[in-house]
């Protein structure tokens, strides 16, 4: 090497990894409107992209339809849990926002606490009935 260093060419900055293509993006993104991602489960239950982002559009369709009628009983028993359940299902409206958006630019967001319910969820429905033992 004679004393002279070597040039060696800067790394470039490895970019978030891509996992779904141009429909699947797509899907992947209205999963996250009510009732849409139930039904884009069962309609794209081979696609891993698309089913990922439904089961986590479910989980949150179920929770604010939940928080819904809480919120109705709510308003008439004590009005200021109310309010409470309103910033909830306002926190649950932007983290359906974030992942609509993380979709759509083919990432695999999992949720805080919601991700981890989704797993349970599609696990559950693909596990074939156990024969009881004799």
Same mark, same amino acid.
């Given at each position: 090497?004679?004393?002279?260093?070597?040039?060696?060419?800067? *790394?470039?900055?490895?970019q978030?990894?891509?996992?779904?293509? #141009?429909? $699947?993006?797509?899907l992947?993104a209205i999963?996250? =409107? @009510?009732?849409? #991602?139930? /039904?884009?489960?069962?309609?794209?239950k081979?696609?891993?992209f698309?089913?990922?982002?439904?089961?986590? #559009?479910? =989980?949150?369709?179920? /929770? !604010?339809?939940?928080? !819904?009628?809480?919120?109705?009983?709510?308003?008439?028993?004590?009005w200021?849990?109310y309010?409470?359940? +309103? =910033?909830i299902?306002?926190? =649950?409206? /932007?983290?359906? &926002?974030? #992942? &609509?958006i993380?979709?759509?630019? +083919?990432?695999? !967001?999992?949720? @805080?606490?919601i991700g981890?319910?989704?797993?349970?969820?599609?696990? $559950?429905m693909?596990?074939p009935p156990q *024969?009881?033992?004799?």
């Open positions: 090497m004679n004393g002279q260093q070597q040039y060696q060419q800067p *790394q470039q900055p490895q978030p990894q891509q996992q779904g293509g #141009g429909d $699947s993006k797509a992947g999963c996250y =409107i @009510p009732v849409i #991602g139930l /039904i884009m489960y069962f309609v794209k081979d696609d891993k698309v089913a990922f982002h439904a089961k986590q #559009g479910s =989980i949150l369709t179920i /929770i !604010w339809i939940a928080l !819904w009628i809480l919120s109705s009983v709510m308003f008439w028993i004590f200021p849990l309010w409470v359940v +309103g =910033i299902e306002m926190i =649950i409206g /932007i983290m359906a &926002l974030i #992942g &609509l993380k979709a759509a630019m +083919g990432q695999m !967001w999992k949720m @805080p606490l981890d319910w989704a797993d349970k969820f599609g696990s $559950s693909q596990q *024969q009881p033992r004799q």
